[in-house]
């Protein structure tokens, strides 16, 4: 059964570091890429980047900067950091597999809370 | 960025039949594939993967559920509609970089 859960702080104070982990189950990073997608409160939804089944990666323009996302594949884990925290950073923060290499998302984590305050 | 336009809300009753409509700034459709996909999201809940490249049904998900179009223009049909397709619904496309629609909310007339 694929799963994915996100964990980590649900508060952070501005300007510091926003540190989630994503763990997997049910398939194996070496075979598909996952995906970063946040959504602040009531809004839509926003691609941060996606981590490749090699390794590399690819992120958002507008978060590029701010953004780094690895993964430790013997512990099936997914790790988003970003740092610079900003109010409007306030969101769910979610991992999601990859389906086909294509970019279509076929399973979801329950999604993490961050809120960014002090 | 492909931006993709979708209305704010639709309402329909329920057992008819309601489209969802997505537009893209640009085409995302080669001569193989649409990058287009398509997703529910009910309050307080992930996102659920429907539809895939256009018209692909995810597996699991009813077949009142359908996807059609090409280019920059795509819809979502469901038919009949239930109750428990009460939802926002998602476009998202693939060709390049990520990008999603703004969600249309589905509610009862």
């Known amino acids: 059964q694929v799963q994915l859960k996100e964990s980590g702080p649900g508060l952070v104070q501005p300007s510091q570091t926003l540190s989630l982990t994503c763990t997997v189950a049910g398939f194996s990073l070496t075979s598909y890429n996952v995906h970063w997608v946040r959504q602040p409160p009531g809004k839509g939804l926003e691609w941060m980047g996606v981590?490749?089944?090699?390794?590399?990666?690819r992120y958002n323009s507008a978060l590029k900067s701010r953004l780094s996302i690895s993964k430790d594949t013997s512990k099936s884990q997914v790790f988003l950091k970003m740092n610079s925290l900003q109010t409007e950073d306030t969101a769910t923060y979610y991992c999601?597999?990859?389906?086909?290499?294509?970019?279509?998302?076929?399973?979801w984590g329950q999604g993490a809370s961050v809120t960014v305050s002090s | 960025d492909t931006v993709l336009t979708q209305s704010p809300a639709l309402a329909v009753s329920l057992g008819q039949r309601v489209t969802i409509s997505c537009k893209a700034s640009e085409s995302v459709s080669s001569s193989s594939y649409s990058y287009m996909h398509w997703y529910q999201q009910k309050p307080g809940q992930q996102p659920k993967l429907l539809i895939y490249?256009?018209?692909n049904l995810e597996s699991g998900v009813p077949a009142r559920f359908s996807g059609s179009g090409s280019g920059t223009d795509f819809t979502l049909n469901i038919d009949p509609v239930e109750a428990d397709d009460i939802a926002t619904y998602f476009c998202q496309q693939s060709w390049n970089d990520p990008t999603f629609g703004s969600g249309t909310k589905l509610e009862i007339k």
């Open positions: 490249h256009a018209s």
């Open positions: 999601a597999r990859d389906l086909d290499p294509y970019g279509v998302m076929d399973a």
């Open positions: 981590i490749w089944n090699t390794g590399g990666t």
